[in-house]
């Protein structure tokens, strides 16, 4: 007997924390409402284009509250515009997008049974980072993987100690937070290091060779270089 997939091909899915994030808001009906739609026009996809008038006349809404909703979404972190454009006539109001949705979390978090169990506080976190981070699977597994080790430290996450992390790897990148995340889980750290991270990568990037006297050059934390102990020659790759 052939197993259905799941979900099925028709199936529209918004995770729970993602419906706990709409009802912290002013207007969750229609954020739950215009998210669902585009969903529904994405199908399997994660991009889709579409026109302000064409959700007004679907979903028989105001033009503004459109736009106000759909701006809403962008600033939660669950859309992107890709393009857009206005492909009609010059004195025309209407405006033709290129939007990006944010799928891969339903797509991670249904891949087996124990993704159901995430936390909450997993997926809320995650949609306070940039859309490319929340689309990095890399990063989707260290920041869960964090998530879960604070819990198993008796040291959960809270919102203030979630904000205070985000705005520690934000500035260096996916990648060197991913490292940092799974470096802190690999060691049984409870906090981030992100800029031990980024320099420990760049000792690896720009090792020198020994001196022609067999003097090594050392590192320079002030200078983040290495450079000769006596001379203080420094080495650029």
């Avoid at 197993?3 to 954020?31: A, M, N, W």
């Avoid at 669950?78 to 492909?87: A, C, M, R, T």
């Avoid at 690999?186 to 001196?211: C, D, L, M």
């Amino acid at each position: 007997m052939e197993r259905t997939k799941y979900p099925p091909k028709d199936t529209v899915i918004i995770l729970r924390s993602l419906f706990d994030t709409f009802l912290k808001e002013d207007t969750p009906s229609s954020l739950i409402s215009l998210y669902g739609f585009y969903l529904y026009l994405a199908e399997d996809k994660s991009e889709i284009t579409v026109s302000i008038n064409d959700i007004a006349e679907k979903l028989q809404w105001g033009k503004d509250r459109v736009r106000k909703t759909h701006q809403r979404l962008i600033e939660i972190g669950i859309l992107s515009e890709v393009k857009v454009s206005n492909e009609c006539k010059p004195n025309c109001t209407d405006v033709v997008m290129t939007l990006r949705i944010l799928r891969i979390l339903h797509r991670h978090s249904i891949k087996n049974k124990k993704h159901q169990k995430i936390k909450n506080i997993s997926t809320s976190f995650l949609l306070t980072f940039p859309i490319d981070w929340q689309e990095d699977e890399s990063f989707q597994d260290a920041l869960e993987g964090f998530v879960r080790h604070r819990k198993q430290k008796r040291l959960p996450l809270t919102p203030r100690s979630c904000k205070l992390t985000r705005d520690k790897l934000l500035p260096h990148g996916v990648a060197i937070a991913t490292a940092a995340l799974n470096s802190s889980q690999e060691h049984g750290w409870t906090g981030v290091f992100p800029e031990a991270e980024k320099e420990q990568q760049a000792k690896k990037n720009t090792r020198p060779p020994i001196y022609d006297d067999g003097i090594k050059y050392v590192w320079d934390n002030e200078i983040g270089r290495y450079k000769h102990p006596i001379s203080g020659q420094i080495y650029i790759p």
